[in-house]
């Protein structure tokens, strides 16, 4: 009976192994359409990696920002200097919660802001996180959290980029990496916000929706939040202005709002600002420039009226 279990424990450690190794390889060498479950795209959409690379050098700002490709988008770290803010943009594309606690776990401390302004947006809590992980496990170190971020989340797709992300930070594969500041219509300026050339986005019907939230994004929300109250850090959330059309296609909006409320200082701007559709917006989520322009000198009124 010992000899069998002995020769299982060898046999999953070879098969282990082997795993990896071949994992790697293929990863390495194959095109994408042969590997579906392993998405590692270093520099991908979103300039994640320059917002990364950045912030490693980033102390004692005034506001840290949070969130979806909203947040990335949609607060322009050059507006609030104007009004003397030191501001840094930690968002992501599809950025979950589960995300943004990996992401504080790393660099709050650094950064130490004075408040934390954290857009929540309902499909964030309404996704599993895969594709932001894999973006995360691309673009910045894997370490201990990355792989409890891959316990969490449970998929094929990110234990594979985890795997095969950990085994090219060891390689040091990456080390000779850069991202251009300019990536089609997009621009990244320093602070972390991504400036997209200017377009309109034209008005069109929406399928009704339900804000349906799932209890793993809100637990992990609710320990961001505890995190930053016991650190005395001020807390503000931010549902980000979206076309008229996408945000009235939500059916629920009353609940989500209440239950934000319930966790901090919230602000639905869809609510407080009426922009228009086809003036403000580049695409059915987004803010165009005239957009962010607008909606952060708000955001800023309703800062000044807190100091």
């Not at 979103?46 to 005034?62: A, F, P, Q, T």
């Not at 504080?104 to 895969?130: A, C, I, W």
């Not at 909006?253 to 407080?272: G, P, Q, T």
């Amino acid at each position: 009976m010992k000899k069998f279990i002995s020769k299982i424990f060898v046999f999953i450690i070879f098969s282990g192994l082997f795993y990896i190794i071949f994992l790697f390889f293929w990863g390495s060498c194959m095109p994408s359409i042969f590997k579906p479950n392993i998405n590692y795209t270093i520099g991908s959409y979103g300039h994640l990696y320059s917002r990364l690379d950045e912030v490693k050098n980033k102390k004692n700002i005034d506001i840290l920002f949070l969130g979806s490709s909203h947040a990335y988008r949609g607060f322009d770290t050059r507006i609030f200097s104007e009004y003397n803010f030191e501001s840094f943009n930690l968002g992501s594309s599809n950025q979950t919660p589960i995300q943004t606690k990996i992401l504080l776990n790393r660099y709050l401390d650094q950064l130490n802001p004075k408040v934390v302004v954290y857009e929540v947006y309902p499909h964030s809590f309404m996704v599993d996180g895969v594709e932001s992980s894999v973006d995360i496990i691309a673009n910045d170190k894997n370490d201990l959290l990355s792989l409890k971020m891959a316990f969490k989340i449970n998929n094929i797709k990110t234990y594979n980029t985890f795997i095969y992300g950990f085994i090219r930070d060891c390689l040091g594969l990456n080390k000779k990496f850069t991202e251009s500041t300019k990536k089609g219509r997009d621009t990244y300026v320093s602070g972390g916000f991504v400036e997209k050339k200017i377009g309109y986005f034209k008005p069109r019907e929406f399928e009704k929706k339900t804000i349906d939230l799932k209890q793993v994004q809100l637990e992990s929300f609710s320990e961001i939040i505890s995190e930053l109250k016991k650190k005395n850090i001020k807390i503000i959330l931010i549902y980000a202005p979206i076309p008229r059309a996408n945000y009235n296609s939500y059916s629920n909006n009353i609940y989500f709002d209440k239950l934000m409320s319930d966790y901090a200082e919230y602000y639905n701007f869809n609510e407080i600002m009426k922009l228009n559709d086809s003036l403000h917006f580049y695409d059915a989520d987004h803010l165009n420039k005239n957009g962010v322009s607008l909606f952060n000198k708000k955001l800023i009124e309703v800062l000044k009226n807190k100091e």
